[in-house]
């Protein structure tokens, strides 16, 4: 499979950022899709139609106020989002969740080109407690396989 999830040693692969507490727990995903990067970014950038877009079945409902995203998952979680940004030169976009479980959260998500016809997403999360860790990898593992699916199939 051409999903591979990174722990806490991925830390070292984006630098720390401003304002961020010490000690944050760092999970990386990193999948290859057999779908173009413009394809592939297109469908990551529309960040508001995830359900439909990115991870349809896993996600079931997004709503939107202002930047923030209401996010409903299939198994009835229910997230809070807020984008920080979606840049369209780097193919990358970044996020925070609040008023869930974490009491930091900060994720990124960043399209490459991997050879002519595919892509590389790396999917970063930054948190706090690291007691989430198992919760969290566990999701970001299954919504990459998703994202990966879909996009191939499209």
Known sequence: MALKLLGLAAAAMVPILSGEPAN????????????T??????AVRDVY???????????????RTGNVRTIT???GFVVKERIVSVDD????????????KATYHVA???????GRSRSR????????PAELE???AQNMQAGAQVMKDHLEKR
């Open 24 to 35: 944050v727990a760092v999970v990386t995903t990193e999948t290859v899709v057999d779908a």
């Open 37 to 42: 990067p413009e394809k592939v970014w297109d």
């Open 49 to 63: 139609a995830v359900d439909v877009r990115l991870v349809p079945g896993m996600v079931t409902k997004v709503e």
């Open 73 to 75: 998952f299939a198994n």
């Open 89 to 100: 030169r780097t193919r990358r976009i970044t996020y925070s969740a609040f008023g869930g």
């Open 108 to 114: 990124t998500m960043q399209v490459f080109p991997e």
């Open 121 to 128: 997403v790396i999917w970063q999360t930054r948190f706090l």
């Open 134 to 136: 198992q919760f969290i």
